[in-house]
């Protein structure tokens, strides 16, 4: 039973020639031209290395001689233990006569380069060969006189070796003996997949389709098949053609548990039912060496990859299962997976953490299932549609559903609802009255900047431009301050000392001070952060488990709620009031929902 095992599994492999190790026969021709680009490179740069010393070029030369013969004396001693071929006709050998020792020296060099290196790899103190030609070079040295005898018989690779890819893919030529398929052969099998799925998914546009009831009626289908690439979850297989008009008609890849014990006999793996779809990937939702390892090794051994088939990358699973605290669904799995290849868009749709049922055709589940699926001891709906909301406000290739999108943001919709409900009286306090008429009657633009010196282009109407409303500039740089006509400085600083500094160094744009607060302080600034406004703010933004948000980034949300169309952001100066990752993620929440509009300094 050994033997025939080890006879098998030997069968299947073939020792790489270069190498030396040993590869599954089916990938051989892939991992041998990877194999000899190496060992090319490699011999390229020991040759430019004798090339540039002419000492040592005939010595390696002769080398090079003694090498071949003895390969010629070692295969007549091999062929003296079988039959003896028929006798082939020989032909003279050519004599290459030189007149001196330096000519011959550089012909043998010459012909050994072009012999074994291929032509578009030569660096130019290389001369010019043919690729990887079989020579026979026979080199006698007597004294000082050289005779070269050169026989070559040259078979030329006309046809490149074919890359392998998800197009043009054809199953390994497995045996019927299952028990090949050791977890080593298929973790093997694993690795080169990983391969084949990174150059598929690479740079491709990606719609990550789910069997969620929220996809009804949102008539999204024909965008759907216009992605590069479309995925699909579990027992989508075979697609209803009924509702294809909401779910699309197209997949590509296909994200699977391979779970046999839920729901047994629902789960279609069947390689004709896939590529009667048009899948061209399947893809596990888990790890090998995980819950469902024997539902993949079965996979495995059943369908002997009749359709290329990758499994999640167990190290990346463990450790966002850990981040988790619970075990994520399949559609989760997928959304973290496809993200950590370097794809363009990722689209999600039909996918909601089981907020609403699967449509009929896909599966019937009851208000119970529905209820235990979202919330068990195994799946924790909550933990995963946090993660989508923090990945979605970092990551800006992800797209979600407009039904997604409202229950991904709901908290952030609810926050800036409550933030537009503040008074305008409660946002900024005055103690000059001409500077509070100028606010109350919107007559001026407003920036937070640290480059006080800066010019921006005003917008257009309909060619005209806009011009009549003076700029106001918060900022706390001194050095560089210059005058622009209509754009007056309020200096941030709780001393209106500073203030007259400026204006002594003759800097009479500088019309008052800035402060967050005025308490405690021994003169009331000219323009200030209403305590009432820092209060509820703060308030508000304990939704977000925001706790201690900074003075700046309260200050930005003043400027954008008392000027929602005169507020001007430069992108140099984001990071001066956007301090840590929540608030990020809430800038960049009103950034996709276009509340704010970011400018680029000139």
């Not at 006569?97 to 290389?126: C, G, M, R, Y």
């Not at 009851?366 to 979202?374: E, I, N």
Request: a positive charge; glycine letters at 2%.
């Amino acid at each position: 039973m050994a033997s025939n095992l080890h006879s098998n599994i030997l069968h299947q492999y073939a020792m790489c020639p270069l190498c030396k190790n040993l590869i599954y026969k089916f990938h051989i021709q892939y991992h041998y031209k990877e194999c000899k680009e190496k060992d090319e490179e490699r011999k390229i740069s020991e040759e430019l290395q004798r090339q540039t010393n002419p000492h040592y070029r005939f010595q390696y030369l002769k080398q090079k001689n003694d090498e071949y013969q003895r390969q010629i004396f070692e295969m007549k001693q091999k062929q003296k233990q079988k039959q003896p071929p028929p006798p082939i006709p020989q032909t003279p050998r050519e004599t290459l006569q030189t007149p001196n020792t330096k000519e011959k020296t550089e012909k043998i060099a010459h012909s050994i380069v072009d012999s074994i290196f291929p032509k578009n790899q030569l660096k130019k103190n290389i001369p010019e060969g043919n690729q990887l030609k079989k020579n026979k070079i026979e080199i006698v040295n007597e004294s000082e006189n050289v005779n070269v005898n050169v026989n070559e018989e040259v078979k030329e690779e006309k046809e490149e070796e074919e890359k392998i890819t998800v197009d043009n893919y054809r199953p390994p030529p497995v045996t019927t003996a299952v028990s090949i398929y050791h977890e080593t052969v298929m973790t093997h099998f694993f690795m080169l997949y990983e391969k084949l799925f990174y150059e598929y998914v690479k740079g491709k546009t990606i719609a990550l389709v789910g069997p969620a009831e929220s996809i009804l009626n949102t008539n999204r289908g024909h965008i759907i098949d216009k992605f590069d690439i479309v995925v699909r979850l579990n027992k989508s297989i075979p697609l209803p053609k009924d509702i294809s008009h909401d779910i699309g008609t197209r997949t590509d890849i296909l994200y699977n548990s391979l779970n046999r014990s839920d729901f047994p006999g629902e789960n279609k793996l069947s390689p004709t039912l896939h590529k009667k779809y048009g899948i061209k990937f399947v893809c596990s939702s888990y790890p090998f060496n995980g819950v469902f390892k024997d539902d993949i090794a079965y996979y495995v051994r059943k369908y002997q990859f009749e359709l290329p088939f990758k499994v999640m990358d167990e190290k990346k699973f463990q450790k966002f299962e850990v981040a988790l605290g619970t075990r994520p669904y399949t559609g989760t799995c997928a959304i973290m997976d496809l993200l950590s290849y370097p794809i363009k868009y990722l689209y999600i749709t039909g996918l909601d953490f089981y907020y609403s049922k699967y449509y009929s055709q896909y599966r019937e589940i009851s208000k119970g299932q529905l209820k235990h699926t979202r919330n068990s001891n195994i799946h924790n709906a909550k933990p995963q549609l946090n993660y989508l909301k923090h990945i979605a406000l970092l990551d800006d290739r992800i797209i979600l559903d407009g039904f997604l999108t409202r229950i991904v943001f709901e908290d952030y919709d609810k926050v800036w609802k409550n933030m537009k409900n503040i008074p305008l009286n409660y946002i900024f306090g005055f103690s000059n009255d001409q500077m509070k008429q100028y606010f109350e009657m919107k007559l001026c633009k407003i920036i937070l900047t640290k480059e006080p010196n800066i010019q921006i282009k005003n917008e257009t109407e309909n060619g005209i431009e806009n011009n009549d409303k003076p700029l106001f500039i918060l900022t706390n740089q001194s050095y560089g301050i210059q005058f622009h006509e209509n754009q007056y400085i309020l200096f941030l600083t709780q001393n209106k000392k500073d203030i007259k500094k400026l204006q002594d160094n003759g800097i009479q744009n500088v019309v008052g001070n800035f402060y967050f607060t005025n308490q405690q302080l021994k003169e009331t600034p000219t323009v200030f952060l209403h305590q009432r406004f820092l209060h509820e703010m703060k308030n508000i933004l304990l939704r977000l488990n925001m706790k201690n948000p900074s003075l700046y980034f309260l200050l930005f949300f003043a400027i954008l709620l008392y000027f929602p169309d005169d507020s001007i952001f430069l992108e140099s100066d984001i990071n001066l009031f956007v301090t840590n990752l929540e608030e990020r993620k809430l800038f960049n929440y009103l950034m996709r929902k276009k509340y704010v509009k970011i400018h680029k300094s000139s």
